[in-house]
């Protein structure tokens, strides 16, 4: 508290790109191994990326030292919007006392993140088209093959118009709202419990640090099923109409994948999605604590 909503817009938008330009390498390895195999049986497709640190020699190889970078533009429009908007929201919910009700915390971390994520689709949908981009002996999932990010929110509004900039938003809104719950809510917990313990003295960069490895974990945890779901609606490609090619929806997207790739195959990618989470959950609370305090 003690900061206005419209000072945590910009403290929450910068703090997002901060962290975002550190860990978009994890990111471009992340979607390559959500990508990779889409709805065929485990052990019946050719895997190019195996593990993360393989994977982002693959992507060194396929596409130069550059490509972990893939996205980077897009990655940070989408995360100046997404957490701009997301920390405004929980700001407003903190100075009119919500958070301080039983599971207030949860409700407003999902509703900001729920709103965040609307706002943030168009760039969270051009992001995932260019670093899904790459050469065809390497390529996973569907290759849209823009030119640049300019070219492609371009491309997407002449074939589909505005709403086919927001085509998978339906995944990205549980995807966000349900990290953003579990990411705020268990920030500030782990935060205040460190302090209470005297682990940490109050306000330390260690108690920051500590709430959000804590919170890394957790988010990680209960955010892959949603953001594996989230990247194949998004790259996912559509008929003329806007209408998916492969999923109908978030919910059809959610029983082909169990079907074909089976339960497993909702958390391909859990380990670059912790060690991407991980740090990004760290240093963007740990950069948006340390800008409020200043």
């Known amino acids: ?45 050719p895997r190019p990326y195996r593990g993360v640190l393989r994977a982002a020699v693959a992507v060194c190889r396929a596409d130069g030292l550059r490509g972990l970078q893939k996205g980077l533009a897009a990655g ?40 965040g994520a609307i706002v943030g689709s168009p760039a969270y949908l051009v992001k995932t088209h260019l670093q899904a981009q790459t050469l065809s002996a390497m390529a996973v999932g569907h290759q849209h093959n823009h030119e640049s990010i300019s070219g492609a929110f371009k491309s997407i509004y002449q074939q589909h118009g ?19 719950a579990v990411q ?10 460190v302090c209470e313990r005297q682990w940490f003295r ?4 260690a108690a920051v640090l500590a709430g959000g490895m804590v919170s890394g974990v957790a988010v990680a945890v209960t955010m892959t099923p949603f953001d594996v779901i989230s990247t194949r609606l998004y790259n996912q490609p559509v008929d003329a109409d806007g209408t998916g090619k492969l ?12 079907s074909k790739e089976g339960l497993l195959g909702l958390y391909k990618g859990i380990g670059a999605v912790y060690l991407r989470l991980g740090p990004h959950t760290v240093l963007s609370l740990f950069f948006w604590d340390k800008l409020r305090n200043m």
């Open 162 to 180: 505005v709403a086919g900039l927001w085509r998978g938003v339906t995944g990205a809104v549980p995807r966000v709202a349900v990290g953003s």
């Open 202 to 205: 109050k306000g330390s960069w």
């Open 76 to 115: 940070l429009l989408y995360q100046g919007l997404m957490n701009g908007v997301r920390f405004y929201c929980y700001s407003h919910a903190e100075d009119a006392g919500w958070t301080g009700y039983p599971g207030g915390t949860v409700a407003a971390g999902a509703v900001a993140g729920a709103v």
């Open 1 to 45: 508290g003690g900061v206005p909503p419209a000072t945590d817009l910009v403290l929450g938008a910068t703090a997002g790109c901060l962290a975002c330009f550190l860990t978009n390498p994890l990111e471009v390895v992340k979607t390559r191994l959500q990508l990779q195999g889409e709805l065929q049986p485990p052990g019946t497709y």
């Open 184 to 193: 705020l809510a268990t920030f500030a917990s782990a935060k205040d419990w």
């Open 247 to 258: 999923y109908r929806g978030f919910l059809d997207c959610v029983l082909q994948i169990s």
